[in-house]
Structure formats: structure tokens, C-alpha cells
């Protein structure tokens, strides 16, 4: 069984400043993906980026990084310079290696995002 | 870049009643998913699918629920009689061949389903 916990419901950043979304997460695969979407007030969920569990660097996709600690199980997003178009709710999820190729993606509770001007 | 869509975006329907959540996935995907979203909750699973067979399916899929690829393009999710607590954001994601894990789902816009 996976599980994926987001322990930030709500969380607020200035503009431009960084903010950490926060997740963590336990599965019993021995290989695993992590990843991370963005659903803003309009409803569509937009994937941001993906993390391996065997990759040697955290990733990085324009203002998104990901702040990957195996050891602790946690895989938290940073995004830099934020805007106010970054306001939105934001899912960590992760599919595992075991159960076959059409293995779902399991989701957290999600934190909502809110950048002030 | 190529999209998974869904039609239609809004779906009113009356308790009881059928509805059919249709959706076109990328087309050299083979791999198809529907999720549900209650509103301001988590995304959840509701089923896979692969070679025209579900390959999993979640305790939400109930009888109730089947899913068709009629005709190699669409993929429809099929709510025989719907109940008050079946209204939700419905998506439909698919992902490319290899199926990995490491591989994500790209997801279609939704449809927002009010049973009433």
C-alpha cells in the first residue's frame, strides 16, 4: 500500500518570496515515482514535476524544485519567485514499481496556495 | 502538445438517472485511468485500464460503474443510477506506452458532475 501525506492544508507566500510545500510518504516498492500537480480555481490538474526514486539529484523544472530525502521519505516542492498565478492547490502523488504497468497514482490531501501581492 | 479531453466540461443530472463521462485520450497512449474529486477533498482512483480490460479498479467502483473504449479513441466512464454523493470532479488521465512508474499521468480538464 502507498500513502502520501501533505500536513499543510492552507499556506500563504508573499510574492517573490520561496515558499516549501511539504510531503512525505511511505510505500513498500523498491522502486518508486514522485510527483507533483498544480490545480489552480479553474479545475484542471497540471503537472509540475517528477522525482525517482533512484535519481541521484533532486529535480528542478523552471521555478520548481524538488527537495527529495529518501532517507526521510519526504519529497517537498520549492517553488522560487513566487507569483500570483501560482495561487492554487497543490498534489504530491506517487506511483509505485510493483502491480503491474497500469499501477495508479496515489494522491495526498493537497495544500492550498495562496501568493499576496 | 497533444491533450486528453473531456466532454462534457458540466453535467446536471437527476438522482437515478445514467450519465456518460466521455473523454479522448492521447493518442498513442494505451494506458487509461479515471479519478474522481469530491469537492475540496483528495483526488481518488476509481479504475485503470489496458488492452480493453480494466486492469484495477478501487472499492469506489462499484456496480454501478463501467467503464467502455468503444471505439479506439473514446473512453467513457458510465454511472448507471446516480446518487446525490456521486457528484464530483471526474478526470480522465492517461500515460504513454512504456506505462512505467516513472511515467506521469496527464490528466484531462474534468467534468464537474451535479447529481440534484
Known amino acids: 500500500a502507498q500513502k502520501i501525506t501533505q500536513t499543510q492544508p492552507g499556506m500563504f507566500v508573499q510574492e517573490k518570496e520561496a515558499v516549501t510545500l511539504d510531503c512525505t510518504y511511505d510505500?513498500?516498492?523498491?522502486?518508486?515515482?514522485l510527483f507533483w500537480y498544480k490545480q489552480p480555481s479553474s479545475g484542471e490538474m497540471i503537472f509540475l514535476i517528477y522525482q525517482g526514486s533512484y535519481d541521484q539529484q533532486n529535480a528542478t523544472e523552471g521555478r520548481y524544485s524538488l527537495n527529495f530525502q529518501k532517507a526521510r521519505k519526504s519529497a517537498n516542492l520549492v517553488i522560487s519567485a513566487s507569483q500570483l498565478g501560482d495561487s492554487a492547490m497543490y498534489f504530491c502523488?506517487?506511483?509505485?514499481?510493483?502491480?503491474?504497468?497500469?499501477?495508479?497514482?496515489?494522491f495526498g490531501s493537497g495544500t492550498q496556495l495562496t501568493v499576496l501581492p | 502538445e497533444p491533450e486528453v479531453t473531456q466532454t462534457p466540461s458540466h453535467q446536471v443530472t437527476q438522482m437515478g438517472q445514467e450519465v456518460i463521462l466521455r473523454c479522448v485520450p492521447i493518442s498513442n497512449h494505451l494506458y487509461f485511468y479515471w479519478y474522481r474529486q469530491i469537492l475540496g477533498q483528495k483526488v481518488e482512483f476509481l479504475v485503470s485500464?489496458?488492452?480493453?480490460?480494466?486492469?484495477?479498479k478501487s472499492e469506489i467502483f462499484d456496480d454501478q460503474f463501467s467503464v467502455e473504449r468503444p471505439d479506439g479513441s473514446n473512453f467513457t466512464l458510465k454511472i448507471r443510477s446516480t446518487k446525490l454523493e456521486d457528484s464530483a470532479m471526474y478526470f480522465c488521465?492517461?500515460?504513454?506506452?512504456?506505462?512505467?512508474?516513472?511515467?506521469?499521468?496527464?490528466f484531462g480538464n474534468g467534468t464537474r458532475l451535479t447529481v440534484t
Open positions: 510505500t513498500s516498492d523498491p522502486s518508486y515515482g
Open positions: 488521465a492517461s500515460i504513454n506506452t512504456d506505462g512505467t512508474y516513472n511515467s506521469p499521468l496527464h
Open positions: 502523488a506517487m506511483r509505485g514499481s510493483l502491480g503491474g504497468s497500469a499501477r495508479q497514482l496515489t
Open positions: 485500464f489496458y488492452n480493453n480490460e480494466i486492469s484495477e
